[in-house]
Each structure stands twice: as C-alpha cells, then as structure tokens.
C-alpha cells in the first residue's frame, strides 16, 4: 500500500533515500520504523473499523506499543563493535552507494524517526525512555504463521512495556481464549544455545510436557529459538503435540520486540493485524537478535521504543506472572487456590542467579535442573552441600518453633567462589556468590531435580520435583497442598506428599483441637470439588482419610451437584464435564418445566427422572418425603425465597400421580434453622450414587457402589437407568458407551449374587425378595425384571427362588407324573403328593412380622411428630398367635396349598384353555347355524371371563389385590403406566386381538342376515386360529420349545423388514410383466389383484406359463368377449418373449438373492437366540411363573368367581384380611434387625469379591507384562548411564586430560565424591603409618611420635581451613564496600527492578553515561506518615527543590538529624547521593527520609556454655552467641535494631528497640522484674560502640540511605542475661540466641557488624 512520506529538507543527503521504493521482502529496519510512526491512529484513517473482528477492534483499543519522539545520535563508539552497519538500501538508483547511517540512542537508525521529530546533539544529550518515548497503537498482532513448520497459526501482539496487567490478562483469557491455568511453570536459564546430555534432555522434555498436560498449566519463556526456549519448544514438538489430550499445551513466549529478528514480518501498516503474518527463520543469525521459537503458541512482544537492548521484557514478564499468580483456579468456588508459580533453571549465566534471586525473595519455589550446566550446576551443588540447621526461636506468644538456617561451610563458600569465577568470570564476582548463598535462604523453596543412575522415581521424574516443590513451599498448609494437587489432578502427589503417615489426619486434628471449626467445611468444599470434577481418586482418597459422607452430604450440596451446570461460570472448566452429560440435563429440564421450577432442579425433579427410567413401581423417597417435597430450593441455593405459597397444583397432580396417594395442601412457613435445610442423608453414598450414575460417570459411580449398602440391589438400579438412557439417547457413541456401562452393573450384581449364593443359599434368596426400603420399596427380582436384565434372572439363585414360587408349599420333589395324576384324580392328593415342613419357617416368618409390624408403629409414631401429613397406622392383629408352630398339615390345609400351587393353576388353565379350544372347534364344525346352542351360550361365557382376567390384570396393581398389603407398597402405577406396560407384552396382544374378533364374530352372528352368518363363520375360523396360536404362550414353560417361540418372535420381525425390501422387487415386476401382458387394462380392484397376484406366487414356483403362452381359441382379444367372463384375455405377443425374459431375471433376484438372504437373516437370529437360550428361557419362565402366581387360583370360566369375590374385597376394603394373609413368596418385608444383618453380611461379601477382583487384576497377564517392562526399562535406564560414565572415564584416561574434562569427571555427585575422596585420604594414611611403624619397630625404639605424613596431611588441611575462612571473611568486608545489598535486583516489598550497576561501576567518580535509574517511592511513604518527610522531592523541578530540605546539618524545621557518619555528602539537583555509591534506583523507595536514616543497631553477646557451665571452645577461642530475632519480610535472621524516632538518642532507640523486638515481655515473676531492669540498665551503660557508617541495606536508593550506630552489649559471666526469656515482639515473627559464626545468613550488613564483635571479643567466627 503506498503511503504519504513526510518530506525532509533537500539539503538533507537522506532524501533521496526515504522515498526509494523496495520490495516487500527487503523492508529493512529504517522502512519498519518510519512505518510506525506512519500509521498513528491519530493521524491516518485506516479502514473501516465495521469490518474489523471483536479481536482486532479490542487489541486496537486497548493495546499500545512505544516509539521514539525524539533523535539522539549515539556515539559510535558506543558498542559499536557489536552491531553491523545499518544501510539504507540503494537498489533502483544506479550510482548512489547504500551508506551508512546514524543510530539513535534507541537503538533505531536515523531513517526511522521523522523529520518532524526534534534533534538531540550526538552523544551530549541524554537519552531517556520515559521522556524520549510515547504509546501509540501497535502495528503488530494477529497469528503468525511460521513458513516450514507446519501450518499451525500461533497468537501474537506486540505491547507497551507499561500496559496495565489488566489488559494483559482480558486479552489473553477473554481475546484469545485461553482457560485459567492451574498452574504457572516459568522456564529461565541460558539465553544461548547449550548442550545438554541426551537423556537429561529426553528426561526435561519429556517431564515439562507431563506437568503441563496433567495440571492444565501455562509455560512462560523468553520465546526466542535459542538456549533454553528453544529446548520447551522442542519439548512442545516432541511430547505435547502428539498428545492425546484435548486440551493443548499453553507456551507463551515473553520477549523484547527489539531484539526480535525478521520483525518487520510482523507488522501490518494498517494497523488492522495479520492473520496470519508469514515468518521465515533466516539461517544467519544477526548480533543481539533471536529469530522467535516456531513451536510457541503464544507470543507477547514487550516494547520501550528501544532496539538491541535485552532485558525489556525481564521487569513486564515479572508483572505479567504476578497477575496470573492472583488469579484462582477453576476448583470450585471454596476449593480454589490462587495460581501457584514456580520456576524452571536450566543452565544460565548470571541473569538466571538473579531471577533464582528475585523468585525466592517473592516466595516463589524453583526448581533446579542439575546437569544442564552453569547457573543450574552452581545452584545445585550449592544447595546440595549446605546445610539445613534447625534453630530453636521463640514467637510473640513465647512458644518455641523450628525455624530452619541455611549453614555454608568456609570449604563450600570457597568452591562456589572458585565455580562461579570459572563460568563468570571475577567481574561482580561477590555479587554473583552472596546471590547464589541467599537463593538458598529458604531451603524449602527450593528443589533439585538430579538425573542420575540414583534411582528412578522421584528423583528421575522432573514433573515429580515441580509438583513436589509447590507443595514444599505449602507444607504447613495441608489444605492448599490438597487444593493444589486437586486442581492439578495428580493423585500421586497427594498420595506420596500429602496423606503420609497419618500427617493429614494429624493437622486436621490439631486443627481442630486449636481454634479452626472450620476444617470439616474445608475438606467438604475439597470433597464437592472432586466430586464435580470427577476426579474419582481423590474422592477415593478423601474417604479414606477422614471425610465421612454423613456428614457431607446434606440437601443443599446435593441440590449443588444436580444444580452445578447453573451455578457456576459458563467459561469454568466445570463445564467441560458438564457438557458431556447434556442428556441428563435435558432429561430434567423436561421434568422441571413440567413440575413448574423455573430457575433450579429439585430433588422431586431427579426423583421422577428415577421413577421414568426406571417404571413407575419404583418409588424413590424424593416423591414421598415430605422434607424434600416442599423443599426451597431457590432459597437455599441462592438464599433468596421465591415461594410463598404451597406447590403449584401441577406439580402436586404429578406427585399424586407418582405415588399413588393424595397430597393435602400444605402450607408450611418458610424454616430458616439448618436443621431443616440441610439435613443429613441416611444413605449418602445412595444418594451420590445416583448421581453419579445419571451422570454416566462410571468410575465414580462404582467407587460409591464399592462404599454403599445393598450392592446387588444398587448394581441393578444402575443397570436398569443406564439401559433406559441408552433407549432415549440419539448418539451413537454414547448409547453404546451407556449399554457398556449398563452391561458392567449387569454383570456386578450377577457376581455378588452369585458369592452370596455360593456362601449361603437361603440368604442369598432373601436379598432377592427382600422388600428395599431404601430403593423404592421394590426387590432384587422386580429390578432385574423390570429392566429387562435376563441375565440376571437366568442365575441359578433367581431360579432356585422360582422353583420354590413354581412349586408353592409343594415339595420339589415332586414328579411332573405324580402332580398331573392328582390334578385328574384328586383323591390321590393326600397319599401321593409331599408338601413342604414349614413348620419353622412359618414360627420365624411370624415373628419376623411381628417385628416388622413393631418396627413400622415406631415408625408411623416418628412420623407423625415429623410431618403433618396424616397417616395411617396398621396396628398388629390380636387374633394372630404369632407364636403358634403346627407340627401336621391338616386335611383342608393339604388342599389349600395344593390348589393355590402356581403350578397347579397353570395345569387347570392349561387343561381349562384345551377344553376351551375343543368347544370352540366343536361348535364351528358342527353346531355354528343360525339357531344359538347352549355350548355357544358356554363358549359366550368363557370368553368373557378370559376377558375380565385381562381387565383386571391391566386394572390391578403390579400385585393382585388378592396379595397381601404388605406387597401393594411396591405398586404406585397409575393406570397409563399400567395400560402400557399390559401392551407391551406380545401375548396380552394377541388376547386383545382374539377378544376383538370374537366379539366381531358374534355381532356379525347375531345379524338376521345369511350372508352375515357366513361373514361370522369367517371371522370365527380365523379367531380360532388366533386362539390356538394363544396355546404357544404355554410352551414357554418348556426349556427346549420356550427359546424357539423366541426365535420366532425375532424371526417376524426380521420377516417384516425383509418384506418391505421383497415389496419393492414384487411390485416392479408384477406391474411390469402385466402391463406388458394386457395393455390398456381397465382399472378396478380387480386389476390390483391380478397384478400383484402374478408377481408374488411366481416366488413359490407358480410362473403362470399357461397363462402367457396362451392364444387363440382359449382366450381372446375382444374387449367384449373377456369382460364379461367367457373367455380370458389373451396376452399380447410380445409378452410370450418379453414377460418370460423378465420373470427369469426376477426369479433370479428374488428366489435366489433376496431368499437366502431373509435365510441368512434368520440363522443369525437362530444363532443369537441360541448362544443364550437359558437366559431368554428363564425369563420366559419368570415371566409365566409370575403370571400364574398372581393369577386366582380357579381357571375359566369358573374365574368369574374370584373376580366377584376380589371385586367384593375390594369394595370393603378389609385390612384385617391383609394383615391375617399369608406372606409373599416374591417381596419380604424383614424386621430391622434381621435387614441389617442380611445387609452387612451382603456388603461383607461384595467386599470381599472386590478385593479378590482387584488382585487378579495385578495378578493377570497384562498388569505383569507392564510390569516387567518397567523393570527392564529401569535396567536400561541404569546400563545406559553405566556406559556413559564408562565412556567419558576411557577417553579421559585416553587423551591428555584438559581443565574442563576434569572438573566434569571429579564433579560427580558430591556425596559420593566426599565418600571417595575421604577413603583415598584413609587408605593413604594408613600406608603412611603403617611403614612408619614398621620402621619404628625395627629401630626397637619407643617413640610416641605422631607419623610425619599423618602431621603434614594435618598441617595441610589446616592451612587449607584457615585459607578458607580467611577468603570468607574477605567476602563479608568486600560486600560491605561494594554496597552490595543495595544492588539487589528486585526492591523489597515490590516488583520494582533497580538499574543494573556493575561493581566496577558504582562510584560516583565513574562515569556512567547508560544510568537509567528507576523512581520508586513506596505508598506508605507518600501517605507522609510522622516518619517521613512530607516534601516529594523526587517529583519536583530541579529547581523548584532547591531549600526546601537543608542537608548535611540538623533539620530544626522536621527534628531530625541530616548529618551523615561518614562525612558531608554530595548534593545534585536538590536530591542528596548516596555516599556509597549507585543502586540503581531514586527516590527514597520504603525509607521515609531524605539522606540519611539513622538507627541503631544492639548486639547483645553471651559465651555459650554446655550443659554443666563451661565455656565452649572451637579452634582454640570462645564460642560467642548473639540475641538475633527472625524478620517477616524478608525471613532473615538480624539483630534487633530500628529507626530512630524524631528527636530520639541513639542510645534510647537501642534500649527501646531491643526490648521491643527480642524481648518481647520479661520474665512473669513480678519479683524478679525490677532486678532484670536494672542489671539490663546497666549492661546497656556499659556498652560498646562497634561500628559507626553508613548500612548496606537493600531499601537504600540513590537519595535516601540508611546509617547505624553498632554498640557491643556483652554479659561476660552470663549471670544478666541468664534469667531473660526472649520472645518476639510484635514486628518480628521469632527471637532466639545464635551462635557468631561466618556461615550465617543476616539481614542487610549485620554479618559485618556481628564479624567485628567477635575480633573485638577475640571469639570464634
């Protein structure tokens, strides 16, 4: 696009060169930035913003990027040996030479900046981002595309270095949409490329994409395809994009856009965005540029105007961690945590030592990869050759606590020197090493990731080390160790770090005991989180830790975990698990609007979910208790009530209608207590169970399966919703995966039954007929009916069941002979048939009831106090002896049970329906005329008492109302559910359709017509013929011809699909052949009838040949003659070629084809069918057993009577009949006692299966094979690392060994190399000594001498220590002299990052033309507290400071004393400098005064004694200890010291700041209390001035500095200072005695100051 090109002065020699055209691809750095300035928004018109995305009209808002306003020529011999020339391009201009051109102190060439902008004179002026510099809105974002690497498209924006966070993190989360991270891993180490050893780097790569994949995290680089960006970029390549995982892998690459190469590849003149921009990896790398790493996938660009200065993005990617880190995790509203951060070293210089720094300073965990060389290396052995010292402090409420040191040994300080000279060099070397021992402060944030032939597990496995350092830098906050390892989904962390010998339930009771009530609510709000989640092991784990699910689940969660889709943020995590169960929801929002919720589900609504899915006799306690029935769901849930009235009528019609009773208005006041909101479940993992289940969340659901009670019975409930599911479902894949999970439940309560049966058959046939209080009041038997579970009834314990219902009171052995005999001959009942000795059965069955009756009055009475509700109360029977035992049947007895036998009533019907069969046969073939007969007046009858046992079996219950009440609790069908369940069975159809006919036969018989008599012989014959195919239902019966009536049934439909297709040839054909045969036939019934009738008996041979090859005389032509009948048409003459042609290829199709396919289709059925025979036979059998025994005992017609009486029953009504019946063989109600035992002894035994099962899981084939490749992996793993450390000795002991091959071959691990060293250092000696005293004894000479290379090793080692400490003690006065803590990087309680200054570079006195330093002064100190100066002078003119704060002399006007220690300071623009030098920063940062902040500081000494009073010694001096206290902000140890107050003394601040911080409160005895004063009073008048300066403290700046006053209070008998108790004042967090020693760890100089005390005092240091 051609743009308009601000013109420059003629006389300018770069005119001519602005406005050349060049390519595209030759647009150089001079054409990139010139375009920037270009494109201002505020000056161009790009296009219109209307056809612009929501993602480029929002980063054109809100994003900026930084441009230089003002040229200032950089000198040229300024780094000029680092960059190449910049040239302006000269093609197309023959004769004028591409020169080179200025460079501003930005770093961009003078081209770039326009003529409009103003001039600095070369190197004179100082250059300066925040006033050389403005935003303007950036040129470069969109989706970069990198040429060669795929097509993969990757997010990119170039930004301001001062955008606010806040945009940052609407850009990534809402523009790019990104989700929320669990966890932020920031990758730092060398900015060059390195080599790392093989595995190692399969190792990280392999471990850093684990972590990111397991945790949903982000990773943070430099982004650049160098160093150690390059190695997370291939690690991206390698492991995360072959994942399998949905949810990608978040690498974002933080990096200076001026350092960027190819970048004006990114940049679009119209400020519109690329999408995407095409970038091209160069093969040559230019100075102080990196080419952008192509396996990022986010890219964040950080600008300040400047080009070809590192570091820009350093301060901005801090910021942006920081924001990310304050965000929380999608864990659930009370589960989250905010974003734990940790960092990645791998390699590195000395940027890497300070952001180690700077991480640990901030409390953020590192984690150190050794072996990946230079920084890392230095760090690891560091940390692996201090030590961690405990230290014994007491806190403010004088209780003891273990604060843990880090202690360096003189030998190690002095090898971390040696290694960071030998990769740094000596330039800041100080520097360098106090960095490398303060990252080490707190050893609990820091981790060492060591690959070696050490060991697998923890110590090889990188994501192991990251995770397992966040949870160390929480280890004294379980709950957010739990909370982090949940968000992260790594149960193996919980497991190793969290939950180890009983450490959790330890805290928690501590906890508990302490003061906090709420760690129950905690672990719940962790429990609900994992539930939602899905996160099946650690609910697993929670349960075994404590978390009790009584307690837990109250109505309120639960209504959360249905109601979770609607109460939290659609853009949550949550919602992933969410959208896989969209039929659920569906499901319950049908229900829902149906019940009249309008916001949330209710229980009610999940209860008739239940009810659909499962049948109407299923009754869940949702629907009948009232509690959850009137429940507000809305006020618990949001705690706003939108009821107030009672249920809407609808939804109370459809509770009447779902169980089966009347609901009463109810009108009750809205209850507030807790008690009746969220009351506690019964059966919690019932209840959770469900949900899962209809959630189809299969692991979860079994492991509350594995938790519940009544396993059979809750497999079968899941069996049956999840088949029922899979029927309403139109997904394929998840119908299939709902019948997987069904089958699974299926075969789950088939074994535990199968168990239960093996160990107890009686048993285990009580759990069949067990009426399940808790699961609708239905049993085992009904379920697996009800969802048509044949395998389930086809085992040998429901048969067993069934034999015994088949059979009644009869005993089983019984032949089928002896029971026919008696049924025609019933005089042989008593001598022939057995009966069953109930005797004791029925003594324990009575008192069973009677407990069960007095379990229920218990009941009914706890009811009636609970609900308003009337209810009925069922009293016992005082005419029942519930203790009577018959020993004998009696005679009328023997009878009963006889003919009430189910058997024995299929046997009457049986014979009753063939004496049915043989009238109705009699009567059409002999007496059918139109006189009625006495037999059709009998047939009339029978039929109509067939017809009423059809009515009552679709008006009744589940259970006839002849069965006993205790059995019509199950029964809450309403009468459509009734009707259609009756039709759903093909028999009763077929009883429908013969009544139907009948009845149309004897209509038509009645008619006084004699064509209608014949009609009603029609009908009648075909009714017959229905009727006898009725007499199939009873060979179902039959083990051999009951599977085949199966067959059949699938074979008809499979009929009727294949006559669909079959249709479609026969119709083709036959209208196709006759209109061949007789064209222009007339049209008429007829007509339909031939035609079809030609084509569809050619299928069974008829070919009607006779009739095409028919010709005159026999037919005729004559429309005339074959109309009226004489004779048939005859076909034309083409048909007798044509039709037979077309009737072979006919024939052909469908006789051979379509036949033997409707023949394979029936072998395969025949095939299914016979693979489970038994199963579809012993359903069957159920089926007619259960039919029979429901059935009243007399046969047709003689029913009539049983139906008259059951009618009576019915009409009266009488309980004292049901409560006196007998008991039902197919549901039992049990006492409570006798429940429970059945219950524990089930769940014992279902516990037991599952153990056996999970051991022959480990134990099977699978399981070992991975196994046994773990082992062999783990020998490879080991024999690699043998021959890798083989190969590097044998070329080492090859070849002249070099420096550098022999520091890798002696740096082995340090344990392991002191172990060698230390045993070469023995076996040595002991040569020694050994000659030597075989020298002395042969001399014969008594000498006591000690051996002289014994001496000499002792002399050396001495030599070597005293070397050591020496170089110690240099170090601590060099850091004092360098200034060194006021250097830091990173600002106390801030993200401000000071200017680097060099050591050589710190004195005023050398120049330093690059000084930037940053302004920063602390809210605090702009509130003007009393402390404080209330004049900004950092904020005014350097004119307008001039007098308004007098220096170097006292400051009468604020009281405070602006005098320094160290003599008269400079004073520059009004703002005094520090006399020690640069740090980096202006302003007065946390100190409140301008210049010098004076303070004291008092080290109080004591010796340190043993336990008997004696001074204790090291190295020949006294062994010196000091009061010291632990700090909150930065957690070091110092000495009590503070700020003098306006006005105060030195020596008053001492006293006042010793007593404040260590001592905290004296001793309690009141007595003792005026003596400790006193002798305190006087060991503080004694004291001694050690040190008077100015304090390296890291708050000092450029204008405000701190300066102490160090005085010396030492107890030399220990008798004052004996009896004090320290304890921590309010500021500090502990007080304790230290002992003086140089590898101590102090705040700010104090290790200088507490130096000089033991020289003055000639102790140990």
Not at 513 to 533: G, T, Y
Request: with cysteine.
């Amino acid at each position: 696009m051609d743009k308009k090109v601000t013109k420059v002065s003629p006389a300018d020699p770069m005119d001519t060169i602005e406005n050349m055209e060049s390519p595209s691809h030759g647009k150089s750095l001079i054409s990139l930035h010139y375009n920037e300035e270009a494109v201002d928004a505020e000056n161009v018109g790009a296009a219109p913003v209307e056809t612009m995305t929501y993602q480029q009209r929002w980063i054109r808002d809100n994003i900026k990027m930084r441009v230089c306003t003002k040229f200032v020529e950089k000198p040229t011999n300024v780094n000029s040996d680092l960059l190449p020339p910049v040239r302006v391009p000269g093609k197309g201009l023959p004769g004028i030479q591409s020169e080179a051109e200025p460079i501003c102190r930005c770093g961009y060439p003078r081209s770039t900046h326009g003529q409009s902008l103003s001039s600095g004179t070369s190197g004179m002026e100082d250059w300066k981002v925040d006033t050389h510099t403005k935003a303007t809105r950036t040129n470069a974002f969109g989706t970069v595309e990198f040429l060669g690497f795929g097509e993969n498209e990757r997010n990119y924006v170039r930004v301001d270095v001062d955008t606010k966070m806040k945009d940052m993190m609407e850009l990534m989360m809402d523009v790019w949409g990104l989700e929320k991270p669990n966890l932020l891993i920031s990758v730092t180490g060398g900015a060059k490329n390195f080599t790392m050893k093989q595995k190692l780097k399969e190792e990280f790569r392999r471990g850093l994409m684990k972590v990111a994949r397991s945790t949903g995290a982000w990773i943070i680089t430099g982004g650049t395809n160098a160093g150690v960006m390059k190695h997370v970029g291939e690690a991206v390549r390698d492991y995360g994009l072959v994942s399998a995982s949905t949810n990608p892998i978040i690498v974002i690459g933080v990096a200076t856009w001026g350092c960027i190469q190819n970048k004006e590849d990114l940049t679009d003149s119209e400020c519109r965005g690329k999408w995407p921009a095409s970038y091209r990896l160069g093969k040559k790398q230019r100075p102080k540029e990196s080419f952008l790493d192509p396996n990022h996938t986010h890219f964040v660009l950080v600008d300040n105007g400047t080009q070809h200065q590192f570091g820009v993005e350093i301060p901005f990617r801090a910021w942006m961690e920081n924001s990310i880190a304050n965000m929380k995790t999608n864990t659930g509203k009370n589960a989250s945590v905010y974003v734990p951060v940790v960092l990645l070293v791998l390699e590195g210089g000395p940027g890497t030592l300070e952001t180690a720094h700077q991480a640990v300073a901030n409390n953020t965990p590192i984690v150190i990869v050794q072996g990946s060389g230079r920084a890392a290396d230095i760090l690891a052995y560091a940390y692996q050759n201090s030590i961690g010292e405990e230290i014994g402090a007491t806190d403010q409420e004088g209780k003891t606590k273990k604060i843990t040191q880090t202690i360096f040994d003189a030998s190690v300080e002095a090898e971390i020197r040696n290694q960071v000279e030998e990769n740094f060099g000596k330039k800041n070397l100080v520097r360098h090493c106090e960095m490398v021992k303060e990252t080490l402060k707190n050893r609990d944030l820091v981790t060492v990731f060591e690959f070696s032939i050490g060991g697998r597990g923890s110590s090889k496995d990188i994501d192991r080390a990251i995770l397992q350092a966040l949870l160390r830098a929480n280890k004294d906050q379980i709950f957010d160790q739990l909370k982090l390892a949940l968000a992260w989904n790594r149960i193996d962390i919980a497991k190793s770090e969290i939950f180890t010998d009983d450490r959790f339930i330890q805290y928690k009771e501590g906890v508990n005991r302490h003061r906090n009530k709420d760690v129950p609510s905690m672990l719940f709000e962790i429990m609900q989180s994992a539930l939602i989640l899905n996160r099946v092991t650690f609910v697993e784990l929670l349960m075994d830790n404590g978390v009790n699910l009584k307690d837990f689940l109250t109505k309120k969660r639960l209504l959360k975990l249905y109601n979770h889709r609607d109460l939290y943020d659609s853009s949550s995590n949550m919602m992933q698990e969410i959208n896989k169960n969209i039929q659920l929801y569906q499901l319950l929002d049908k229900i829902r609007r149906k019940n009249g919720n309008e916001k949330y589900i209710s229980l009610v609504d999940v209860g008739c979910l239940i009810q659909d899915l499962i049948g109407d006799f299923y009754t869940p306690w949702y629907l009948i208790d009232p509690k959850v029935r009137d429940l507000d769901v809305e006020y618990l849930l949001d705690g706003v009530s939108a009821k107030c009235m009672g249920m809407p009528g609808i939804k109370k019609g459809i509770l009447s209608m779902a169980t089966g009773q009347k609901q009463e208005t109810v009108e009750n006041e809205l209850l507030t207590s807790d008690e009746f909101q969220v009351p506690d479940f019964d059966n919690p993992f019932q209840e959770l169970f469900l949900w899962a289940v209809l959630l189809n969340r299969q692991e979860m659901a079994k492991i509350l399966w594995k938790g519940g009670k009544d396993a059979t019975a809750a497999a079968l409930v899941a069996s049956g919703m999840l088949n029922s599911l899979s029927r309403q479902t139109d997904d394929t894949e998840l119908a299939k995966k709902l019948k997987e999970n069904s089958q699974e439940f299926s075969n789950l309560a088939i074994a535990v039954l199968n168990e239960c049966y093996d160990v107890e058959e009686k048993k285990a046939q009580n759990l069949l007929i067990r009426e399940l209080e808790h699961w609708g009041a239905a049993t085992c038997v009904l379920l697996a009916v009800e969802s048509n579970n044949k395998k389930f009834i086809s085992q040998t314990a429901c048969q067993t069941l069934l034999n015994n219902v088949w059979m009644g009171n009869l005993s089983l052995d019984n032949q089928l002979l002896q029971l026919l005999l008696c049924v025609f001959i019933p005089p042989l009942i008593l001598p022939v048939i057995k009966f069953k000795d109930n005797s004791d059965q029925d003594g324990v069955e009575n008192l069973e009831r009677k407990g069960v009756l007095r379990d229920k009055k218990r009941k009914l009475e706890k009811q009636k106090t609970l609900s308003s509700i009337p209810v009925k109360e069922e009293k016992e029977d005082p005419q029942v002896d519930y203790e009577s035992k018959p020993s004998n049947l009696s005679f009328w007895k023997k009878l009963y049970y006889f003919y009430t036998a189910p058997v024995i009533i299929f046997a009457h019907n049986v014979l009753s329906y063939v004496i049915f069969l043989g009238l109705y046969s009699y009567i059409l073939l002999v007496k059918f005329n139109k006189d009625v007969s006495n037999e059709e007046i009998i047939l009339i009858i029978w039929v109509f008492s067939i017809f009423a046992e059809e009515v009552r079996q679709v008006t009744d219950h589940t259970f006839s109302n002849w069965t006993p009440c205790s059995m019509q609790s199950s029964s809450t069908k309403n009468f459509n559910t009734k009707l259609q369940s009756y039709i759903t069975d093909p028999w009763n159809i077929v009883d429908v359709a013969t009544i139907f006919i009948f009845v149309m036969g004897i209509v038509l018989r009645f008619l006084p017509f004699d064509s209608t008599l014949e009609a009603a012989r029609c009908v009648m014959a075909l009714n017959l013929v229905i009727f006898f195919f009725r007499i199939l239902h009873i060979f179902s019966v039959h083990k051999q011809l009951g599977p085949k009536l199966v067959m059949i049934g699938r074979m008809l439909k499979d009929l009727l699909y294949f006559i669909i297709i079959l249709m479609v040839f026969v119709v083709s054909y036959s209208i196709a052949a006759y209109s061949v045969m007789y064209p222009n036939s007339e049209l008429s019934i007829v007509l339909v009838y031939n035609v079809m009738r030609l084509g569809y008996w050619n299928l069974y041979g008829e070919l009607f040949l006779e009739d095409i090859e028919r010709e005159e005389p026999d037919c005729s032509f004559d429309d005339s003659v074959y109309s009226n009948g004489s004779l048939p048409r005859c076909p034309s003459a083409v048909s007798r070629y044509a039709v037979p042609i077309l009737m072979g290829f006919y024939v052909l199709f469908c006789n051979i084809l379509l036949l033997n396919l409707l023949i394979a289709m029936f072998s395969n059925t025949y095939q299914i069918v016979q693979e489970n025979t038994d199963q579809y036979w012993c359903f069957q059998r159920y089926r007619l057993i259960y039919e029979y025994y429901t059935r009243p005992t007399l046969a047709p017609p003689l029913i009539l009577i049983s139906h008259m009486a059951l009618f009576i029953r019915w009409i009266f009504g009488k309980c004292s009949f049901c409560l006196s019946s007998q008991p039902s063989d197919l549901i039992k109600r049990f006492s409570s006692d006798k429940a429970r035992e059945l219950v524990q002894w089930e769940n014992m035994i279902a516990d037991a299966f599952m153990n056996r099962l999970e051991l022959e899981e480990k134990k099977n084939i699978e399981n070992r094979v991975i196994n046994t490749q773990e082992s062999i992996h783990e020998l490879f793993f080991k024999l690699d690392e043998l021959q890798d450390l083989q190969a590097t000795s044998g070329s080492s002991g090859q070849a002249p060994i070099s420096k550098a091959p022999v520091n890798q071959v002696v740096r082995m691990p340090p344990q392991m190399d002191k172990r060698l060293l230390a045993l070469e250092e023995q076996m040595q000696q002991s040569t020694v000594a050994l000659n030597w005293i075989m020298k002395i004894l042969q001399e014969q000479e008594k000498n006591t001498r000690v051996a002289p290379m014994l001496e000499d090793k002792r002399e050396n080692e001495k030599q070597k220590k005293e070397k050591d400490k020496a170089l110690v003690k240099n170090t601590v006065e060099e850091r004092k002299r360098l200034n060194y803590k006021a250097r830091l990087p990173c600002y106390p309680q801030s993200l401000i990052n000071r200017f680097p200054v060099p050591d050589h570079k710190v004195s005023w006195e050398i120049p330093f033309p690059e000084y930037d330093p940053v302004i920063y002064e602390a809210p605090e100190v702009k509130e003007h507290p009393y402390w404080a100066d209330t004049i900004d002078l950092i904020f005014m003119k350097p004119e307008e400071r001039i007098g308004k704060i007098k220096f170097n002399e006292y400051d009468d006007l604020n009281k405070v004393n602006r005098k320094s220690y160290v003599g008269t300071y400079q004073v520059q623009d009004g703002l005094p400098l520090n006399p020690t030098g640069r740090t980096g920063l202006i302003g007065r940062g946390l100190l409140g005064r301008y210049g010098p902040n004076h303070c004291g500081d008092p080290i109080v000494t004591r010796w340190k004694r043993d336990d008997i009073g004696n001074v204790v010694m090291k190295e020949g001096k006294k062994v010196l200890e000091f009061v010291a206290i632990f700090r909150k902000d930065n957690k070091l140890w110092s000495i009590p010291g503070g700020m003098c107050e306006p006005g105060q003394k030195v020596s008053q601040c001492l006293k006042a700041e010793f007593t404040e911080e260590a001592l905290g409160s004296l001793v309690e005895d009141s007595n003792m209390e005026e003596k400790i004063k006193s002798d305190l009073k006087i060991m503080m008048e004694e004291g001694e001035e050690i040190y008077k300066g100015i304090c390296d403290d890291p708050r000092n700046t450029d204008n405000s500095w701190l300066e102490t006053v160090v005085f010396n209070y030492h107890d030399d008998t220990g008798k004052v200072l004996h009896p004090f108790l320290l304890r921590a004042g309010e500021t500090v967090e502990a007080a304790s005695w230290l002992e003086v020693s140089s590898s101590l760890m102090l705040h700010s100089s104090h290790l200088y100051y507490v130096q000089l005390v033991a020289e003055k005092l000639n102790a140990f240091f």
